[in-house]
């Protein structure tokens, strides 16, 4: 159903691919828009045990294309250093392609947007988090991705300087 990849050298593992996800703080979700144009949104997320998490209003384009279709796909990229006088860049990132659906319980919300949550401000006291999290409460959207396939590539230079580095 999914394609191999076509330059399988600069594949990173399973294990590399999760470590991005984990470690990012951004990523652009594709689903199928109005009149079945792409639409690409940045997002931030997090990820555990194979799903991704993202919030959103309880309206809106991305809501209406996930309810038309839940497939979708998620570009994360860790690295991205532009090489001029090379006319390349040295880069590393992860697609994942999955379903998406919206997290009806209050229960399953809440806990999805206390990671959330937790992920971009380690630093807040519990009490600041759940009181903010109330004010935005009404509005807010929960989105599960379940990750059917996943897939990293970088650059050969760095597949070469991994590999050094492991013989060292």
Known sequence: MFRNMRRSRQELDQKACEDILNRGTSGV???????DYPYAVPLSYYYEE??????CAKSGHKLDAIRKS?????????????????????Y???IVFGTVRILEGD????????????KYAPEASSDYRDKYIEKEWAPLC????????MTGKEAMKLVRE????KSR
């Open 29 to 35: 979700l594709a689903v199928l828009g109005d009149e």
């Open 50 to 55: 194979g799903k991704v998490y993202f919030h």
């Open 70 to 90: 839940p497939k979708a796909s998620f570009c994360v990229i860790e690295q991205d250093q532009v090489i001029p006088e090379r006319y390349t860049t040295h």
């Open 92 to 94: 590393r990132s992860v």
């Open 107 to 118: 229960t399953e919300k809440r806990a999805a947007v206390e990671k959330l949550a937790d």
């Open 142 to 149: 929960m989105l599960e991705m379940t990750v059917k396939h």
């Open 162 to 165: 991994r590999r050094l580095s």
